[in-house]
T-cell receptor
C-alpha cells in the first residue's frame, strides 16, 4: 500500500519552455504532498508543501512564480517548472501523506529527472 | 530551502559485516525521525522510523538508535549485503508534518 506515482520519470526540454510533473497517490487520499529537489550527490531539499484545495507553502528561497504547484484533488499534485533554464536541471521528487497519519512515514515517488538544454 | 547538502560521505564495509550509519539532526524540537534508503535514480524508500519518546527501535536486520541529548541518530544494519549498497538519509520532523533531510551517507558493500 501507500504507493506514490510520479510522471514523467525523465524529461528533456529546451531553455525557456515549461515542464509539468505529476504526482499521484494510487491507493490513498493524500491531503498533503511535498515537493523536493535533489542535485547530484546531495541531499533532498524541500521546495514546498502542497495541501489539497489551498495554495502551496514554499520554503525560503524557492520562487513560487517559477515553480507552480497545484493540488486540485486528493490524489494529484502537479509541479510546473516555468521558463526553465539549465540551472533548473535536477531530480524532482514528490511525497505524499494522509492528514490523519501525522508522524507516519512519507511515501515517495520515483522522481523526475529534468534536463534543460 | 532547508537542508542544503554537501557531497555525501562514504562508508565502505565488507559483505557480512555490520554497518553503522550516523546522522546529526538539527532541531531539538524534532519528535519524529525516519531513515530512508535511496538507490540511484529512484526516490527514497522507507527503512525504519522512531519517535522521540523512544531511544531504540528494531526492524528486520536494522536498528535505529536515538540520542536526544546530543541530537544524534544512527542506523545499524546487521550482516550487510550487496543489495544494501545505496545512499542512506536520516530525516526529521516536528509538528508540521514536513520532513527535513540530513546530509546522507553512501554505503558501499564489498563482496
Amino acid at each position: 500500500g501507500a504507493v506514490v506515482s510520479q510522471h514523467p520519470s525523465w524529461v528533456i526540454c529546451k531553455s525557456g519552455t515549461s515542464v509539468k510533473i505529476e504526482c499521484r497517490s494510487l491507493d490513498f487520499q493524500a491531503t498533503t504532498m511535498f515537493w523536493y529537489r535533489q542535485f547530484p550527490k546531495q541531499s533532498l531539499m524541500l521546495m514546498a508543501t502542497s495541501n489539497e484545495g489551498s495554495k502551496a507553502t514554499y520554503e525560503q528561497g524557492v520562487e513560487k512564480d517559477k515553480f507552480l504547484i497545484n493540488h486540485a484533488s486528493l490524489t494529484l499534485s502537479t509541479l510546473t517548472v516555468t521558463s526553465a533554464h539549465p540551472e533548473d536541471s535536477s531530480f524532482y521528487i514528490c511525497s505524499a501523506t494522509q492528514r490523519q497519519a501525522y508522524n507516519s512515514p512519507l511515501h515517495f515517488g520515483n522522481g523526475t529527472r529534468l534536463t534543460v538544454t | 530551502g532547508e537542508s542544503v547538502g554537501l557531497h555525501l560521505p562514504t562508508l565502505s564495509v565488507q559483505e557480512g559485516d555490520n554497518s553503522i550509519i550516523n546522522c546529526a539532526y538539527s532541531n531539538s524540537a524534532s519528535d519524529y525521525f525516519i531513515w530512508y534508503k535511496q538507490e540511484s535514480g529512484k526516490g527514497p524508500q522507507f527503512i525504519i522510523d522512531i519517535r522521540s519518546n523512544m531511544d531504540k527501535r528494531q526492524g528486520q536486520r536494522v536498528t535505529v538508535l536515538l540520542n536526544k541529548t546530543v541530537k544524534h541518530l544512527s542506523l545499524q544494519i546487521a550482516a550487510t549485503q550487496p543489495g544494501d549498497s545505496a545512499v542512506y538519509f536520516c530525516a526529521e520532523s516536528w509538528g508540521t508534518g514536513k520532513l527535513i533531510f540530513g546530509q546522507g551517507t553512501t554505503l558501499q558493500v564489498k563482496p
